[in-house]
């Protein structure tokens, strides 16, 4: 969309929303990967706007960002507060209060550790959140039931392991290593598990630091999931934050979990980042998606982690 195009949506969605004017328009390009994101300073206030084009990206998948913000509020986790989302012209979008302080990702390791402490803290918080089903959807009309169940997810991920699977056939995995694949998963299927609301995304990019108060941000990635085991494997295993030992050690502090306690849930981590991998590369093989060698890799390197 042209920018005065971009531009006009965006007067229109204020006001008629917010019956606010819109003065300044800034784009905000370095925490806008996958939405268009804007700062609007209206008459009194100023806001941020995130869009998308409603055929990435629906009103519902907003809603169950807005329930997330709601819902970790309310258990003491700092957040934006939502003031309005929906579409408009082929755009979804979602109006928040502009948060004071600055990004996390602008901030020294040093000084980043207390975004890990309070990241930490934020995991342990997010387990006492009630929450109901599996999955990264929303059931909807009801926002705290996601719409896919553990049971599902695993026998439909494991059901696919067979000997015509392209895995074997393509030459990603021997008939030696997926035998043990699936001997691997298939331990899951005994395990006892708690779930709870995953963010899956926790970064410093991710939060605003004010002084001593951690916003905590983005919440499209966020999933009922095994926790905290899953919210654990992905920082365990990012491409992009690699924490060191201060981090990793202020982030325990705040979720107060001992070294012991973390290192008898490394096993379980593993193989529950592995299934997660495995459950992406059959999504991007189903819907053709481009760039499949990422998928391939990033399953390889849990499988090599695993069996390190």
Known sequence: MREADMA???????????????????PIHEYGSVNEVFLVRGRDDEYVIRLQREESRTVAEFAKEAWCLAA????????????????????????????????????SP?????????????????????VTGFGDKIMEGVPAAFNDRWERYLSYN????TEED?????????????????????ELASASFSFGLTHGDLSPKNVMVDRQQ???????????????????????????????????D????????????????????GKLVLLKRLDKYRWATEHRIAGLDGFVNRLRSAWDMMAE
């Not at 003491?76 to 209060?97: A, D, F, H, K, T």
């Not at 040093?110 to 009630?130: C, F, H, K, N, S």
């Not at 202020?250 to 001992?258: E, K, N, R, V």
């Open 158 to 161: 494991l059901g696919m392991l």
């Open 8 to 26: 006009g949506l965006i007067a229109a969605v204020m006001q008629g929303d917010l019956q606010e004017p819109v003065g300044d328009l800034i």
């Open 110 to 130: 040093g000084e980043q550790l207390l975004i890990w402490q309070r990241l930490g803290d934020y995991v342990r918080r997010m387990a006492t959140i009630p």
């Open 166 to 186: 392209p895995l074997i056939l393509e030459g990603i995995f021997t008939i030696r290593e997926h035998r043990q694949l699936k001997e691997t998963l298939s």
């Open 250 to 269: 202020a982030f325990a502090t705040g979720l107060q979990i001992s070294q012991d306690s973390f290192s008898a849930m490394i096993p379980t981590i």
């Open 214 to 248: 951690v916003y905590l941000l983005d919440w499209g990635t966020a999933e009922c999931h095994v926790s905290p085991h899953m919210e654990l494997g992905l920082l365990m295993t990012s491409d992009r934050d690699r924490l060191d030992q201060q981090q990793w």
């Open 72 to 107: 970790a509020a309310k258990v003491g986790i700092p957040s934006p507060r939502v003031l309005s989302l929906g579409r408009n012209s082929g755009w979804c979008y979602m109006i928040q209060n502009k948060l004071p302080g600055i990004n996390g990702s602008a901030l």
